[in-house]
């Protein structure tokens, strides 16, 4: 297979809460413009990992990291590393869907406020290429000052992944984003995932094989801390 | 009866009696303290009329003015809170959003023991050192001014300010905190973002507990106000002696000894500090409580 | 300005803001060790007062005791039997909410008006004088609220399965409170009357002209003998002591009070943290 350069690269990586290794010794390339799953069972550290990518592990009491971590060709724990700016390349999405109560307008211009203060005139035209990335911009148009929390858990996870998106990153980290949505909302997300990649690589963590199945162009199977072979 | 207690309780138990009698009586002295503050203090209010509110005179025998006491509550608790906003809540973001576990657990203990320092301490260190200083720098004449008894209260109340301030920032959801972590907001930003606009009821909440407890204080304040029933001329200059409505009980109560309307007018101001304070800590309480939407 | 920069300044201040107030605590405690220090000794704790802030200060400590537990005993009833009314008998609704309300506007009410009814009630009218029973009255309903209030919380905080199952096993209330609210509840119950304690132990401007006198007195020796304090003791001599004896004197008295207090608090943090879920990191 003739693939692109790698966005991330995993060099022996090993992860630790205490002395516990909860990811061990992984050695991983994910390339560009693919969707990649992580599956396994729960606790077999491939959310751990998943955080790690954006450096979202810092402040847990007792972690660690050996190995080397390289994401868009950055070592992302190099003392030269600017967290903030690598998580606004590499975005995030959590299991829980997490709007602010705010309207949803400011919701999607959350990030943007602050990583592009200039920028204020162009924020609803951001805004809105962010909610139809998204899928949500046909349902949430004529009540974009409408308070967030109102919406639906799957209109709020898709307001979360405009939310991430209005800040253009290259590489999107999702953690389990369908498990806490029902089946409708969770198939408008995994559609998604085929256009996204177009624009950015996905990382997409994933505890059901199916849903693997359905939307990956190359599956990693995890199991204690370690990729199992032939994936 | 039925509709009051819970279902299964039969009220003939001797326990529902035991503990319905106790109810009774702590109620029913909290009943009678207001009673009798209502009771006491109304001569002074029908005497005196609006005038003592407004009156600036408070001559025992004679007529009795509160309007310097008010003032004086008035001006004393709102300097404090405005020399203890800025470090109290600079303090419990800090310890909120900074601190490692450990070192927040002992700086909560530390000021859970700063808050119950007796105000009779406070009044010692106020009189000794903070007096001295409002003096010294000020180049005045008497330490014990209005001034002197805002710092002091500042200092007393930034405890409790300070541990509720930082029990409302750890209320807000950590999912709003990785959240705006994860869109690569510095550490500042989302303290300043996320977390401050999310625990701001709280916070106003504690600081109205605070003024509340600082506008009853009077053993401290007593040692360091002046003692002197005056609105300052210029009304604005705090570096004068002043009186507020605790320490002025404090101080004549004893010479007023139950009887005449110079002790009617005492507790009277009792009962308009009681008021405020009330008006206060119900807000207060109501801020702290609210659920968010 | 970088956000990075901005960013460290921020941190920077509000680690200021932190310090100050820590730096505050180690303030209060090295000025009250520094300056009272020096009074203490044998003599200092364990003999009685003598001229005019002369002397020991074991009777005032003793005083202090004295009213603190007194009152401690006589609100511990009264908090609990109503707690208990509260939570296990009365419904929630207007009536509960009502009984907390009063119990909680007590809290509102400036300490030394307690002084001041306390004094009129029993001084003038039950012409009992300055006497240290008023001063346990006056204290126990003063700290009504923070002990009441303590008890209810860890009752209703009893997570609802354990009642649930006491309830399913047939057990009546008056069980139920035995075997499942008390064992239950007993940190709350006990932080609750500590922090009560403490409260009663450092307050003054409540008994300053019920119950305590500055000399005259040594130990109360019956019901209408008034009590001498440190509070009061510290308060008179810091008012008018010019002599450098007696200040150190009241510098003395302050680190014997401020040593209670600290105990009573610390005891209480210590239980609460031994017994606290350890929910948060």
């Given at each position: 297979?003739?693939?692109p350069?790698?966005?991330?690269?995993?060099?022996?990586?090993?992860l630790?809460?205490g002395?516990?290794?909860?990811?061990?010794?992984?050695?991983?390339?994910?390339?560009?413009?693919?969707?990649?799953?992580?599956?396994?069972?729960?606790?077999?550290g491939?959310?751990?990992?998943?955080?790690?990518?954006?450096?979202?592990?810092?402040?847990?009491?007792?972690?660690?990291?050996?190995?080397?971590?390289?994401?868009?060709?950055?070592?992302?724990?190099?003392?030269?590393?600017?967290?903030?700016?690598?998580?606004?390349?590499?975005?995030?999405?959590?299991?829980?869907?997490?709007?602010?109560?705010?309207?949803?307008?400011?919701?999607?211009?959350?990030?943007?406020?602050?990583?592009?203060?200039?920028?204020?005139?162009?924020?609803?035209?951001?805004?809105?290429?962010?909610?139809?990335?998204?899928?949500?911009?046909?349902?949430?148009?004529?009540?974009?000052?409408?308070?967030?929390?109102?919406?639906?858990?799957g209109?709020?996870?898709?307001?979360?992944?405009?939310?991430?998106?209005?800040?253009?990153?290259?590489?999107?980290?999702?953690?389990?984003?369908?498990?806490?949505?029902?089946?409708?909302?969770?198939?408008?997300?995994?559609?998604?995932?085929?256009?996204?990649?177009?624009?950015?690589?996905?990382?997409?963590?994933?505890?059901?094989?199916?849903?693997?199945?359905?939307?990956?162009?190359?599956?990693?199977?995890?199991?204690?801390?370690?990729?199992?072979?032939?994936? | 009866?039925?509709?009051?207690?819970?279902?299964?309780?039969?009220?003939?138990?001797?326990?529902?009696?035991?503990?319905?009698?106790?109810?009774a009586?702590?109620?029913?002295?909290?009943?009678?303290?207001?009673?009798?503050?209502?009771?006491?203090?109304?001569?002074a209010?029908?005497?005196?009329?609006?005038?003592?509110?407004?009156?600036?005179?408070?001559?025992p025998?004679?007529?009795?003015?509160?309007?310097?006491?008010?003032?004086?509550?008035?001006?004393?608790?709102?300097?404090?809170?405005?020399?203890?906003?800025?470090?109290?809540?600079?303090?419990?973001?800090?310890?909120?959003?900074?601190?490692?576990?450990?070192?927040?657990?002992?700086?909560?203990?530390?000021?859970?023991?700063?808050?119950?320092?007796p105000?009779?301490?406070?009044?010692?260190?106020?009189?000794?050192?903070?007096?001295?200083?409002?003096?010294?720098?000020?180049?005045?004449?008497d330490?014990?001014?209005?001034?002197?008894?805002?710092?002091?209260?500042?200092?007393?109340?930034?405890?409790?300010?300070?541990t509720?301030?930082?029990?409302?920032?750890?209320?807000?959801?950590?999912?709003?905190?990785?959240?705006?972590?994860?869109?690569?907001?510095?550490?500042?930003?989302?303290v300043f973002?996320?977390?401050?606009?999310?625990?701001?009821?709280g916070?106003?909440?504690?600081?109205?507990?605070?003024?509340?407890?600082?506008m009853?204080?009077?053993?401290?304040?007593?040692?360091?106000?002046?003692?002197?029933?005056r609105?300052?001329?210029?009304?604005?200059?705090?570096?004068?002696?002043?009186q507020?409505?605790?320490?002025?009980?404090?101080?004549?109560?004893?010479?007023?000894?139950g009887?005449?309307?110079?002790?009617?007018?005492l507790?009277?101001?009792?009962?308009?500090?009681?008021?405020?304070?009330?008006l206060?800590?119900?807000?207060?309480?109501?801020?702290?409580?609210?659920?968010?939407? | 300005?970088?956000?990075?920069?901005?960013?460290?300044?921020?941190?920077?201040?509000?680690?200021?803001?932190?310090?100050?107030?820590?730096?505050?605590?180690?303030?209060?405690l090295?000025?009250?060790?520094?300056?009272?220090?020096?009074?203490?000794?044998?003599?200092?704790?364990?003999?009685?007062?003598?001229?005019?802030?002369?002397?020991?200060?074991?009777?005032?400590?003793?005083?202090?005791?004295?009213?603190?537990?007194?009152?401690?005993?006589?609100?511990?009833?009264?908090?609990?039997?109503?707690?208990?009314?509260?939570?296990?008998?009365?419904?929630?609704?207007?009536?509960?909410?009502?009984?907390?309300?009063?119990?909680?506007?007590?809290?509102?009410?400036?300490?030394?008006?307690?002084?001041?009814?306390?004094?009129?009630?029993?001084?003038?009218?039950?012409d009992?004088?300055?006497?240290?029973?008023?001063?346990?009255?006056?204290?126990?309903?003063?700290?009504?609220?923070?002990?009441?209030?303590?008890?209810?919380?860890?009752?209703?905080?009893?997570?609802?399965?354990?009642?649930?199952?006491?309830?399913?096993?047939?057990?009546?209330?008056?069980?139920?409170?035995?075997?499942?609210?008390?064992?239950?509840?007993?940190?709350?119950?006990?932080?609750?009357v500590?922090?009560?304690?403490?409260?009663?132990?450092?307050?003054?401007?409540?008994?300053?002209?019920?119950?305590?006198?500055?000399?005259?007195?040594?130990?109360?020796?019956?019901?209408?003998?008034?009590?001498?304090?440190?509070?009061?003791?510290?308060?008179?001599l810091?008012?008018e002591?010019?002599?450098?004896?007696?200040q150190?004197?009241?510098?003395?008295?302050?680190?014997?009070?401020?040593?209670?207090?600290?105990?009573?608090?610390?005891?209480?943090?210590?239980?609460?943290?031994?017994?606290?879920?350890?929910?948060?990191?």
């Open positions: 297979m003739n693939a350069s790698p966005v991330i690269r995993l060099q022996a990586v090993t630790r809460y002395r516990i290794p909860v990811v061990d010794g992984v050695d991983l390339e994910i390339a560009a413009n693919r969707v990649t799953t992580l599956s396994g069972p729960s606790g077999s491939k959310s751990t990992l998943l955080r790690t990518l954006c450096r979202m592990n810092d402040r847990l009491p007792g972690f660690s990291v050996s190995g080397k971590v390289e994401v868009l060709g950055q070592d992302v724990h190099a003392p030269s590393t600017d967290v903030c700016d690598l998580r606004r390349r590499v975005g995030l999405l959590f299991q829980k869907p997490c709007v602010f109560p705010k309207s949803i307008l400011e919701n999607v211009v959350f990030g943007l406020k602050y990583h592009h203060p200039g920028e204020r005139a162009r924020f609803p035209e951001l805004a809105r290429r962010a909610l139809e990335q998204a899928g949500l911009w046909a349902e949430v148009k004529d009540r974009l000052d409408a308070p967030a929390v109102a919406l639906s858990q209109q709020q996870q898709r307001l979360a992944l405009a939310r991430t998106l209005a800040l253009e990153p290259e590489i999107l980290l999702l953690d389990e984003p369908t498990a806490s949505l029902d089946p409708e909302s969770s198939a408008i997300i995994e559609e998604l995932a085929a256009t996204l990649k177009a624009r950015c690589s996905l990382v997409w963590v994933t505890h059901d094989p199916a849903q693997a199945d359905r939307i990956a162009d190359r599956k990693i199977a995890f199991a204690d801390g370690r990729i199992l072979p032939h994936t | 009866m039925r509709r009051l207690l819970h279902s299964e309780i039969d009220f003939r138990h001797p326990f529902v009696l035991i503990t319905g009698l106790l109810t009586l702590a109620s029913g002295v909290v009943v009678f303290l207001f009673l009798f503050l209502v009771i006491q203090g109304q001569p209010f029908t005497r005196m009329g609006f005038a003592f509110f407004s009156g600036e005179e408070w001559i025998g004679e007529t009795y003015g509160a309007w310097p006491l008010i003032y004086g509550s008035l001006v004393v608790t709102g300097l404090a809170l405005l020399w203890v906003l800025p470090p109290a809540l600079g303090c419990a973001l800090f310890t909120s959003e900074y601190l490692r576990p450990k070192a927040r657990v002992a700086m909560k203990a530390a000021m859970e023991l700063l808050a119950g320092v105000g009779i301490l406070y009044g010692l260190l106020g009189v000794s050192f903070l007096a001295v200083w409002v003096r010294d720098v000020l180049g005045l004449i330490g014990n001014t209005l001034l002197t008894a805002s710092l002091l209260l500042a200092v007393m109340v930034l405890p409790t300010i300070m509720l301030s930082e029990d409302a920032c750890r209320a807000v959801p950590s999912e709003y905190r990785d959240t705006a972590r994860a869109l690569g907001l510095t550490r500042a930003e989302v973002g996320v977390v401050l606009p999310q625990a701001l009821p916070i106003a909440g504690a600081v109205l507990l605070g003024l509340g407890r600082a009853g204080e009077t053993v401290a304040v007593m040692l360091v106000i002046g003692g002197l029933d609105v300052p001329l210029p009304w604005y200059d705090i570096t004068q002696p002043g507020n409505i605790p320490s002025k009980l404090g101080r004549e109560a004893a010479e007023a000894l009887s005449g309307l110079h002790w009617n007018a507790i009277a101001s009792g009962l308009v500090l009681f008021l405020m304070v009330m206060f800590s119900l807000a207060g309480n109501f801020l702290l409580k609210r659920k968010r939407a | 300005m970088s956000r990075k920069t901005k960013d460290f300044l921020i941190m920077m201040a509000l680690g200021l803001c932190a310090l100050l107030g820590a730096a505050l605590l180690g303030f209060i090295s000025a009250v060790l520094w300056r009272g220090w020096p009074a203490l000794g044998f003599d200092f704790l364990f003999t009685a007062p003598g001229k005019f802030g002369e002397g020991g200060v074991l009777f005032q400590a003793l005083g202090t005791l004295l009213l603190t537990l007194g009152a401690g005993a006589l609100c511990f009833p009264l908090a609990l039997g109503s707690a208990l009314f509260q939570t296990e008998v009365l419904r929630p609704g207007k009536w509960n909410d009502t009984v907390s309300l009063l119990l909680y506007s007590l809290n509102a009410v400036p300490t030394v008006l307690f002084g001041l009814i306390g004094f009129l009630v029993f001084g003038v009218w039950m009992t004088g300055v006497s240290w029973l008023t001063g346990v009255l006056v204290l126990a309903v003063m700290i009504l609220p923070t002990v009441q209030t303590a008890v209810r919380q860890s009752m209703q905080a009893i997570p609802e399965s354990y009642q649930e199952t006491a309830r399913a096993l047939g057990l009546t209330p008056w069980q139920r409170v035995r075997a499942v609210v008390l064992p239950r509840s007993v940190a709350g119950l006990v932080t609750g500590l922090m009560g304690l403490a409260r009663a132990a450092g307050e003054t401007a409540a008994i300053m002209f019920t119950a305590t006198v500055f000399s005259g007195v040594l130990f109360p020796k019956s019901l209408s003998d008034p009590a001498l304090t440190l509070q009061t003791h510290i308060l008179t810091a008012q002591a010019v002599d450098p004896a007696a150190a004197a009241a510098w003395g008295a302050g680190l014997v009070l401020i040593s209670l207090v600290f105990c009573l608090i610390g005891l209480s943090l210590l239980i609460r943290r031994r017994n606290a879920v350890e929910a948060d990191l």
